[in-house]
């Protein structure tokens, strides 16, 4: 949906046949999508203000500024269907497509009865007399369309896939565009969610996982979406096509169950122990054969414990202090929510993927139900619980590291605490953090942590492999080849080791980049990219190869925070340079010992 209310002009255009395919196509496969208001903005806005003092301010039949060319055109073409909305957009300087965020899901025959009603409304207020009744009737339609998005916000617990953006670009230049989702409250809106398009000629279709949007982004508070240009002229056209957060009818292959498992979350009654809670105390309850030993065991592997299960939040508590394992288990989901909410909250709790968890249940209904939301989540009927240990996922080495994690997530969530409630902005809260990043060469005792972090990281892996022992031996005896690893720590204690680097020194490149999850969003992997233009610029230009996948596509920013020159690519690996005579960013946020 768009401000029909404002721009109702529609333009007749001939797609080429095999975009409107491709529209076409992606449209059949959604099963549900959102109702967003797509509206015009500036990136300099200071309203009203800048209606009487900006040389650039043209105004609208509401009275707000127009930043695009002609606004937003809706196509008309011979054969389109008329469920499909195509928008034509001439962005002007510093024009913006904006919209309040809403993840709330409908049926498309919802959607598109509710776009004909908003158009069937538009034309009549554009056909009203005289203009000032116009322009205040357009400036009510606009606000009822967002108190609308506002009061429909997440009533269902049924959660979008991805935040889908079609667009066609027709030109034969690359266009980045900034994605920006973030909180309107300012106390949750220090880290947004940013993402980098990359519009190559042509049809382009990017799907944003839901799942690394809410990690930045708390969806049941208010939040807005920006879509902002950085490299357009306006005489470029744009075509946008569905721009929504959408339920596929199939999930894409980017949702598939992970090969490590991270976290197991265990269901409690008749599964952790025998006998129902609520209904048998906990006198009568006893606990499973082995599940102490279990749980011991995988913790040491580094394999962190969770709990979802329907319960009394208190007795349950209390029944897992009574026998002893109640510290066993971080970001505890007890309540009478769908078991599904409580799993994507402990992936969000965590950060890490739901695809890297393993739900263990008694009850068939309660792991379809898993399924059904969560299909990249593993299950496990809880009477083959003795069998956890010899799952092929959760076969990972016994380190000095994998014997801290717990305590490194409990550090976690002390930073969470003091970061929410800390005034100012994030940045500056890192500073305070004083965050020190060791860089260390690689010799033989970091071999089998470096080992399990080839294996267990999939975000912020930027090459994709995965090496085995005799793999990490070959490169620390490589003359060619500097390899790093990386430890940090700040006020609330240690990271630990948390990431890998390889530099190819006869290519003054760097081939190889992996972090932790726990070490996202505190700028660490800045830190790094600093440390090495340092030292190797003065070597000629550095080049950068990574692999782009779905996974690191949002980690992989940290490539454009620099503005590395991408110089070529080859499927999906991509060459970059920073030139030797170019300027390094340093945010001095981390500090770096080597």
């Known amino acids: 949906m768009y401000e029909s209310e404002v721009y109702l002009k529609s333009v007749q255009e001939t797609l080429p046949q095999g975009v409107y395919d491709k529209f076409l196509s992606t449209y059949n496969s959604i099963q549900e999508r959102s109702i967003l208001h797509w509206t015009e903005h500036c990136t300099e806005c200071s309203i009203p203000h800048c209606f009487k003092t900006c040389d650039l301010y043209?105004?609208?039949?509401?009275?707000?500024?127009?930043?695009?060319?002609?606004?937003?055109?809706?196509v008309k073409q011979h054969g389109l269907a008329d469920d499909i909305q195509i928008l034509k957009i001439q962005f002007k300087k510093w024009g913006v497509l904006a919209t309040q965020g809403n993840n709330e899901l409908f049926t498309k025959e919802k959607v598109s009865e509710r776009e004909k009603k908003d158009l069937q409304v538009a034309k009549l207020i554009h056909l009203t007399r005289p203009k000032f009744v116009k322009r205040k009737l357009s400036q009510k339609r606009y606000s009822v369309k967002k108190n609308n998005i506002l009061k429909e916000q997440n009533q269902s617990l049924n959660e979008p896939h991805v935040f889908l953006i079609e667009i066609f670009n027709p030109s034969d230049e690359i266009i980045f565009m900034g994605l920006t989702i973030r909180n309107e409250d300012e106390k949750y809106r220090k880290i947004p969610f940013q993402y980098r398009i990359e519009l190559k000629p042509g049809y382009n279709k990017e799907c944003i996982p839901f799942d690394e949007i809410i990690k930045r982004v708390k969806v049941d508070l208010p939040y807005r979406i920006d879509i902002t240009p950085e490299n357009i002229s306006s005489d470029i056209p744009?075509?946008?096509?569905?721009?929504?957060?959408?339920?596929?009818?199939?999930?894409?292959?980017?949702?598939?169950?992970?090969?490590?498992?991270?976290?197991v979350v265990w269901d409690l009654d008749n599964t952790v122990w025998n006998g129902t809670l609520v209904e048998d105390g906990i006198e009568n309850l006893w606990l499973k054969e082995g599940i102490k030993e279990i749980l011991t065991h995988l913790e040491q592997k580094g394999i962190i414990h969770s709990i979802a299960s329907k319960n009394n939040i208190e007795p349950a508590l209390e029944a897992l202090n009574h026998f002893g394992i109640k510290d066993f288990f971080l970001f505890p989901k007890i309540s009478w929510f769908p078991k599904s909410k409580g799993i994507r909250e402990i992936a969000l709790d965590l950060n890490i993927n739901v695809n890297t968890i393993l739900f263990v249940d008694d009850s068939v209904f309660e792991r379809n139900e898993v399924q059904t939301v969560l299909p990249q989540v593993k299950t496990m009927d809880a009477l083959d619980y003795k069998t956890i240990l010899d799952l092929e996922e959760l076969q990972v080495p016994i380190t000095t590291e994998s014997k801290k994690r717990k305590h490194f997530y409990l550090n976690e969530v002390?930073?969470?605490?003091?970061?929410?409630?800390?005034?100012?902005g994030y940045f500056d809260f890192l500073k305070k953090c004083n965050i020190k990043l060791e860089i260390i060469a690689l010799s033989k005792e970091h071999f089998d942590r470096v080992y399990e972090l080839t294996q267990r990281t999939n975000q912020m892996n930027f090459s994709g492999n995965r090496y085995e022992k005799s793999d990490i031996l070959d490169i620390n005896k490589d003359k060619n080849l500097s390899a790093y690893v990386l430890k940090c720590q700040d006020n609330f204690g240690?990271?630990?080791?948390?990431?890998?680097?390889?530099?190819?020194?006869?290519?003054?490149?760097?081939?190889?980049?992996?972090?932790?999850?726990?070490?996202?969003?505190?700028?660490?992997?800045?830190?790094?990219?600093?440390?090495?233009?340092r030292k190797y610029l003065n070597r000629g230009d550095f080049f950068v190869t990574y692999k782009h996948t779905e996974k690191n596509k949002f980690s992989a920013q940290v490539f454009y925070d620099f503005d590395f020159e991408i110089t070529k690519q080859v499927q999906n690996t991509r060459y970059l340079k920073f030139a030797r005579n170019r300027?390094?960013?340093?945010?001095?946020?981390?500090?770096?010992?080597?």
């Open 58 to 74: 043209s105004a609208r039949i509401d009275g707000k500024c127009r930043r695009f060319l002609h606004g937003i055109e809706l």
């Open 238 to 263: 744009l075509y946008f096509g569905i721009t929504e957060f959408v339920k596929f009818k199939e999930l894409e292959s980017n949702s598939k169950k992970s090969k490590k498992i991270k976290c």
């Open 414 to 424: 002390k930073r969470k605490e003091q970061s929410i409630n800390f005034e100012g």
């Open 494 to 533: 240690e990271y630990g080791i948390i990431g890998f680097g390889i530099i190819n020194l006869s290519e003054n490149r760097l081939i190889d980049l992996m972090f932790s999850c726990r070490i996202q969003s505190k700028r660490v992997e800045h830190a790094f990219l600093t440390y090495c233009l």
């Open 583 to 594: 300027k390094i960013i340093n945010d001095q946020i981390v500090t770096i010992k080597y």
